[in-house]
């Protein structure tokens, strides 16, 4: 019998002399899989302005389990559109498109192992991180670590040369608090998708369809489809920037906006960029999320309170100032999303139906982004 | 009539069995435990007249076996003892004047067992009585007061299967109280690997180091007997924590005997030859015994060069050997031979050759670089290796390798690459080298009996082993690092015990014992210089033996360029730095990174004492009371470093001579002036432990008997548990002449890297890296630890059938106390407020170190039957419940053999069921002997199954708050790699009311290792042996795993990727290094270790093998 050695690191070998092992010997565990078939795909597009006055294209899709959860941690999306719709092939910013360059559709690379140089990865816009979730696509499909992933594109993809593409993430008073320590999804969770995906691509009428493909590790493949049309290509008004933004003093601050004809909600959003970094310096929080959601257009006020900055240990030293939601001296930026669909009711956590309503009166989900305007608390 | 069995009857001993005047007597064999300090036993009884029953005074009582006679007069109430008696089988005979003599056959006398017979003396005509014959290795022994299993020289063939087995691992496994843990290794009443005492011929049989077996649990054809006592004994045993194991060895006999064993294998290779040979002196005065075993195996599960990773192993081929020689020497004299020295020993190697049979193209580079064959690589020709440092300094392959310390054995020269061949070329990288380790060990004891009379025996013993291990770990493809160590050391001992006699209804027993350890462990490891030199080290000192600035580019380093100055121009600078490198006058050209060292260097003495009285009222009832004392005296480095502060105002501890920091343990209390301080239990530093002991046994019919007791044992600290000191003078010697290196300021932000708690200044660059390297791999230096108590209980009932079948069954308790675990504790400020880290907010806490934090309760039944028979079907049925409770958290990580605690579980208070055994295990080992010659031996083990699974809790500090919370892919404390359950990445819920969006899918309980694996039952080894009658040549085939069961306990795939609950993702089974192996990813990932699935099996068993063997009786 082997002896164990102390202090190094142990190994997997035979279990010794001959015969010294017995009786161990096992097979693999019964494992249950889940039904695939209960899980369901939806999709909407509509037209995105941005706030230059070009538009692109919105798409907003949902893959859930009966539940409302998300219904994989891996898939494989496509997305493709009438065929006048174009993905530039060599686009001015990010995503490359790869493959689907010059195609009416965008694609996520299937799942292949690392290391792996026959066949040679796609490349394509999604690549094989990106997915489709409970809200909307991400580039957050789980790899072998199982670690949560929480990213976010960037949008809109293939930005015009000077228009900075941007994330978007939902926080507090809208959405629960995260940044108290006690999200499931721990530190990296830092706020709840929007479900819209942009992309600098003129919006085509027609059917657009979406393709999520399945494959487990034996190459079992289910796949999912939806569809949506887009009738109208006319789109929301451009969003001006705020009006005025008016800091308590204590952390909290109003936004004063004018919500342009035809948006039904708007979502105000609130990122100080990086949270409590003036205090004490260094490395501060990053990004720290706020959103109020407003009805109806015209002149509006979204209030943010003082009080919803992270604490907790997940604040750091940073929570021992009692977590005012801006911090004297961080920068933040605040931006306006306009829908004329239920953009924040269709999403989690305030929505766990299956097949949730992502389209307007127009039967489309148009929306209007204002840029972000930056201020100094 | 019942004839005593002739099972343990040498073979060619003459019966001078004569039909006595036997009336209904039975044969007691009492056991008092295994002696640690003997390897005799004794008979005693009362003689008394058929007729009436008195005491007969005056008879004379001889007891005469091969190898040894003894004799007595019976005292004026009849009775008469017999101690000191060689362990053999006896013929014992009664004479008085005026009755029939009386003669009585295959008496056996076994290690500190004794014997009772009381017979019955007639003046009549010899009638027939009726003899029970009982097996001393049988279940029924109404005498006996401890929980004592004991296995003869032909239980142990039919246990194994067959004679000349080597397998004491398989042995152990057929007894009841012994429990296979999940590692395969026995423990003893679900004790931890080093829990447990291992004796052979009375000397402790466990290295004075880790406090592991010596022996690699390898049988010789010397042995006797075995004896477990599971629990404790009575006091005159040093029982080691859980229970202990006693080997005694055979002795020479006259007539003399002998045997030759050869085996072969016809798939794959093995070959084994064993013989032995025993004799005596036709007076007695010497004997002699001698055996030695060779064995030779090389079990594969594939055929050679056959890509072993398909089936998930790296070592597909297994070559051990193994040699034992052992010799038992007795010369006797004195009066009637009363006195006798005794020089045993024992030399033993058994080493093991672990390679992989092919592991093909995958395993470094491709095909198209010209790899084919097997892939073990030294440290500075892994892929892995090169590709981490390169992406973390920025240097080429070739610097790399002029940094690294080459392994033992590596060609001098690095193997050169090129930027078309990244990689070394196969000739000059692929290694025939395989993992080795070598486990030798000699024994010696040389021990003085004298028989002073018939009731009073002395034994005074010298006894030394000597058993280092050495482990030789190249880099196997999963890590890259080579490492060599020595770990073991040598023990030396004397002891003194005295039984006596004292009237018919006492025994005493005293004694005294002590035995110094000295430890080995010198660990010799490129992991350091690897991680250091990619900065993974808290200093970061590594970066001084790169030629550049892997930030900058340039030399800007204090042992670069040192003493010329720095050009202004890149270039130039670089060119400076690379022969600064090279040729600074601080260090050598040709300086490595440092190896990691381990050289812990404390001793340890013990020593005991006992007294216990065996009190027999009657011949059914005894009861042993006892006490021994043992203690301990570790030989650890002052304290008063760490307490000695300049003045009141001072921070730290530096020593004023040589300017370094000498504390060497970790502080754990605060002086007056709030300074930390260092305070040591007593018990920790010389520990005395009390060891009441009290048993009973109670024959309370012909067929029934029960017994009971109650002992407290003791475990001390293994050194390993409580040295871990780093070779300080290995740095210094190299760097203690030069300055701390800056580099700590850039890495750290502070040069006060070194001390316990890195926050003192450093002395010089030798002492940054000690520092480094001691804090970063072993810890704290010293971590006194008091020892391990147990109190245990158990309770037996025994009973025989007809068809001399017996059982035994026994519940028992034990809780442990002070149990040894590794812990980290919140760190806190002198009035016990915690300390919070700055940036995190999180809790500050103490580095993990040896404590006596751990909780042990252990409950279970044990039951045999046995059922001894010459012919026919005979054999033994043992099977074990247990339930084991204890704060290490099941299956993490070294669980059963140094396991350690997460802080947050430690501060609930949360208790488990250990994740290391089955909560039942049995065996079968039958037997069917035909008189015809023909044998047929079939072993079966059964287990019941292992936890698995990391459950669905988990405990974590939440907001600084230990909570017991839902175990997630964000919260549990073994990492995501770990996880069984997977959160919404979009919406992922609370910590205590997460969104599970999918699991592993299979089934899950809420204590991790709630759930036990499905095993593949009725491991089975077969035996088919053929003696003609008369004959002395014996012909067998012994089957191993005849089911072919090798594949081992299922564990987490720590590389699925969660797609669905109970589906992976096609990642599943890879690593994100694109330049491991191409085109397959991390090979030994694949789908014939169900490599997709959300746990992996491996193969660990022995595949099946055929073994054909003739023996021969000399």
């Known amino acids: 019998m082997f002896k164990h050695s102390r202090n190094l690191i142990a190994l997997a070998l035979l279990g010794g002399l001959v015969g010294c092992t017995s009786g161990q010997s096992a097979v693999e565990p019964a494992v249950s899989g889940a039904n695939l078939s209960l899980d369901k795909a939806t999709l909407a597009v509509g037209v995105a302005t941005f706030f230059d006055g070009t538009q692109g294209t919105n798409a907003v899709a949902t893959f859930r389990q009966p539940n409302g959860n998300s219904a994989t941690l891996v898939n494989t999306p496509s997305l493709t559109g009438p065929a006048a719709w174009l993905v530039p092939a060599a686009p001015a910013s990010a995503p490359a498109t790869g493959v689907d360059g010059g195609t009416n559709r965008i694609t996520a690379a299937p799942q292949i192992q690392s290391g792996v140089t026959s066949p040679v990865p796609v490349a394509d816009t999604l690549a094989q991180s990106g997915g489709v979730f409970s809200y909307g696509f991400a580039p957050d499909n789980a790899s072998t670590s199982g670690a949560i992933v929480t990213t976010s594109y960037t949008m809109p993809f293939w930005a015009a040369t000077g228009f900075t593409a941007r994330s978007y993430k939902g926080g507090p008073p809208a959405y629960p608090q995260e940044r108290n320590g006690l999200s499931g999804g721990g530190t990296a969770f830092i706020g709840f998708a929007q479900g819209f995906l942009t992309l600098n691509t003129p919006a085509v009428a027609g059917t657009y369809n979406l393709a999520i493909n399945v494959t487990d590790s034996v190459g079992n493949s289910t796949n999912f489809a939806a569809s949506a049309t887009l009738t109208s290509t006319a789109g929301l008004p451009p969003y001006g920037a705020p009006t005025s933004v008016v800091e308590d003093g204590a952390g909290g601050l109003t936004v004063n906006f004018v919500a342009p004809a035809g948006v039904t909600e708007t979502v105000v959003d609130i990122q100080d960029l990086n949270y409590c970094f003036a205090t004490i310096g260094g490395s501060g929080l990053g990004s720290v999320w706020y959103s109020v959601v407003v009805q109806g257009s015209g002149a509006q006020s979204a209030v943010f309170p003082a009080n919803l900055g992270p604490t907790g240990s997940s604040a750091g030293a940073c929570g021992s100032t009692s977590g005012p939601s801006v911090l004297t001296g961080d920068t933040y930026g605040v931006f306006l999303i306009g829908a004329d669909y239920p953009l924040f009711e269709a999403g989690p956590p305030q929505n766990v139906s299956q097949t949730p309503t992502l389209v307007g009166a127009a039967g489309q989900a148009d929306i209007t982004i204002a840029a972000r305007a930056t201020f100094v608390y | ?1114």
């Not at chain 2, 080290?537 to 040192?562: E, H, I, Q, R, W």
């Not at chain 2, 025994?798 to 106390?817: C, D, E, M, W």
């Open chain 2, 1 to 1114: 009539m019942y004839v005593l069995s002739r099972l343990f009857t040498p073979r060619g001993l003459a019966s001078r069995f004569t039909i006595g005047a036997l009336l209904a007597f039975v044969l007691f064999f009492n056991s008092v435990g295994t002696l640690f300090a003997s390897t005799t036993g004794g008979i005693s009884g009362t003689v008394t007249g058929a007729q009436g029953g008195q005491g007969l005074a005056g008879v004379k009582v001889a007891a005469v076996s091969p190898s040894s006679r003894y004799g007595g007069v019976t005292d004026g109430k009849g009775f008469f003892s017999l101690q000191g008696m060689d362990t053999d089988t006896y013929t014992l005979s009664f004479e008085l004047a005026g009755y029939q003599p009386q003669s009585i056959t295959g008496v056996n006398v076994f290690a500190d067992q004794n014997v009772n017979v009381s017979p019955q003396l007639t003046k009549s005509l010899i009638t027939i009585g009726r003899v029970v014959a009982r097996s001393v290795g049988g279940a029924f022994q109404p005498s006996q007061t401890s929980d004592t299993y004991t296995v003869t020289t032909s239980q142990i063939a039919n246990q194994l299967g067959k004679s000349d087995s080597v397998s004491e691992t398989n042995l152990i496994f057929t007894l009841p109280g012994s429990t296979r843990d999940s590692s395969g290794y026995p423990v003893i009443r679900g004790g931890r690997e080093n829990e447990e005492g291992f004796q052979y011929e009375g000397i402790p049989y466990t290295d004075a180091f880790t406090s592991q077996f010596i022996n690699s649990l390898a049988l010789n054809p010397g042995v006797f007997s075995l004896q477990l006592t599971p629990g404790a004994g009575d006091a005159s045993i040093q029982s080691q924590g859980t229970g202990t194991l006693n080997l005694i060895s055979k002795r020479g006999t006259r007539p003399a005997f002998g045997s030759l064993d050869f085996e072969a294998l016809t798939y794959p290779m093995a070959h084994q030859f064993a013989t032995e040979y025993g004799f005596a002196s036709p007076d007695g005065r010497f004997s002699n015994y001698v055996a030695f075993q060779g064995n030779t195996t090389n079990a594969m599960y594939q055929a050679h060069n056959a890509d072993s990773t398909r089936i998930g192993t790296f070592f597909s081929q297994q070559y051990q050997t193994s040699r034992d020689l052992t010799d038992n020497f007795f010369y006797k004299f004195g009066r009637d031979l009363n006195q006798s020295i005794q020089v045993f020993y024992q030399n033993q190697s058994v080493s093991f050759f672990s390679n992989n049979g092919g592991l093909g193209p995958y395993a470094i580079g491709s095909a198209a670089a010209g790899y084919s064959g097997p892939g073990l690589c030294y440290n500075s020709c892994d892929p892995i290796a090169l590709s981490t440092i390169r992406g973390a300094t920025g240097l080429t392959n070739n610097q790399i390798q002029q940094i690294l310390m080459p392994y033992v054995g590596q060609p001098a020269a690095p193997c050169p690459v090129t930027a078309s061949s990244p990689v070394p070329t196969q000739a000059c990288a692929t290694l025939n080298h395989p993992i080795q380790q070598f486990q030798p060990n000699d024994t010696f004891k040389i021990q003085y009996s004298n028989n002073i009379d018939a009731s009073t025996f002395f034994t005074a013993k010298f006894f030394h082993a000597n058993a280092v291990s050495t482990f030789d770990l190249i880099n196997q493809g999963t890590a890259y690092y080579d490492e060599w160590a020595l770990q073991g050391g040598q023990d030396i001992g004397v002891a003194l015990d005295i039984t006596k006699q004292i009237n018919s209804k006492n025994l005493l027993k005293i004694g005294v014992n002590s035995y110094f350890l000295h430890p080995i462990d010198n660990v010799t490891s490129g992991v350091f210089g690897l991680l250091d030199a990619t900065g993974f080290s808290f200093a970061g000192a590594g970066y001084d033996f790169l030629p550049v600035n892997p930030f900058t580019g340039a030399c800007s380093y204090l042992y670069c360029g040192k003493g010329v100055a720095i050009s202004s121009n890149p270039a130039t600078a670089t060119a400076q730095a690379l022969a600064g490198y090279g040729g600074s006058s601080f260090v050598a050209p040709g300086t490595f990174v440092p190896q990691a060292m381990q050289n812990p260097t404390a001793n340890r003495r013990d020593w005991g004492v006992y007294l216990n009285d065996t009190f027999s009222p009657t011949d059914r009832l005894k009861i042993d009371l006892g006490v021994r004392i043992d203690g301990s005296h570790n030989s650890l480095p002052s304290e008063a470093p760490c307490n000695t502060y300049a003045s009141a105002a001072a921070t730290s501890t530096i020593d004023a001579t040589s300017a370094a920091n000498q504390c060497l343990y970790q502080y754990n209390a605060f002086n007056s002036n709030g300074q930390p301080i260092v305070v040591i239990d007593p018990q920790a530093k010389n520990p005395v432990v009390p060891e009441p002991r009290v048993a009973f046994s109670w024959q309370i019919g012909r067929n029934d008997a029960i017994r009971a007791s109650y002992g407290r044992t003791v475990e001390f600290a293994p050194i390993a548990d409580f040295d871990s000191r780093t070779s300080r003078q290995y740095y210094n010697n190299l760097y203690g002449s030069i300055a701390p290196t800056p580099f700590a300021l850039i890495w750290n932000g502070s040069m006060n890297t070194c001390g316990v708690t890195q926050t003192n200044p450093c002395s010089s660059f030798g002492e940054q890296l000690y520092w480094d390297n001691q804090l970063n791999f072993d810890g704290i230096p010293i971590e006194p630890v008091k020892p391990e108590t147990f109190n245990n209980f158990d309770f037996s009932f025994s009973h025989q059938f007809p068809a001399n079948i017996a059982l035994k069954v026994t519940p028992f308790y034990r809780r442990g106390y002070d149990a040894l675990v590794l812990s980290n504790t919140v760190k806190t400020d002198k009035s016990g407020n915690p300390l919070i880290d700055p940036l995190t907010g999180g809790f500050l806490f103490n580095p993990s170190v040896s404590s006596n934090l751990g909780i042990e309760r252990t409950t279970g039944v044990e039951m045999q039957i046995t059922r001894d028979l010459g012919y026919g079907i005979s054999g033994e049925f043992a099977a074990t419940y247990i339930n084991e409770l204890s704060n290490v958290v099941p299956l993490s990580s070294s669980e059963d053999f140094f396991p350690s605690i997460p802080a947050a579980s430690l501060a609930l208070g949360n208790l488990y069921r250990v994740g290391f055994l089955s909560p039942f295990t049995a065996a079968l080992a039958l037997q069917y002997k035909s008189r015809g010659g023909l044998r047929i031996n079939p072993v079966t083990f059964y287990v019941k199954g292992y936890p698995i699974g990391n459950g669905l809790i988990t405990a974590n500090y939440v907001n600084n708050v230990p909570m017991n919370i839902p175990s997630t892919n964000v919260s549990f404390s073994g990492g995501s790699t770990g996880a069984m359950q997977y959160v919404d990445p979009m919406n992922p819920g609370s910590i205590t009311r997460p969104n599970i969006a999918a699991t592993r899918g299979s089934a899950l309980s809420a204590s991790p290792g709630g759930v036990l694996s499905n095993n593949r039952n009725l491991f089975t080894n077969l035996d088919i042996e053929f003696q003609p009658p008369g004959s002395r040549n014996n012909f067998g085939l012994f089957i191993t795993n005849l089911f072919g069961n090798v594949y081992g306990l299922p564990s987490l795939n720590s590389r699925w990727q969660p797609v669905a609950t109970g589906i992976g993702g096609p990642k599943t089974g890879t690593t994100s290094n694109v330049l491991t192996f191409p085109n397959e990813g991390q090979v030994n990932y694949a789908a014939d270790r169900f490599g997709f699935a959300p746990f992996i099996i491996s193969p660990t068993g022995t595949p099946t093998e055929f073994r054909l063997y003739y023996q021969l009786a000399l």
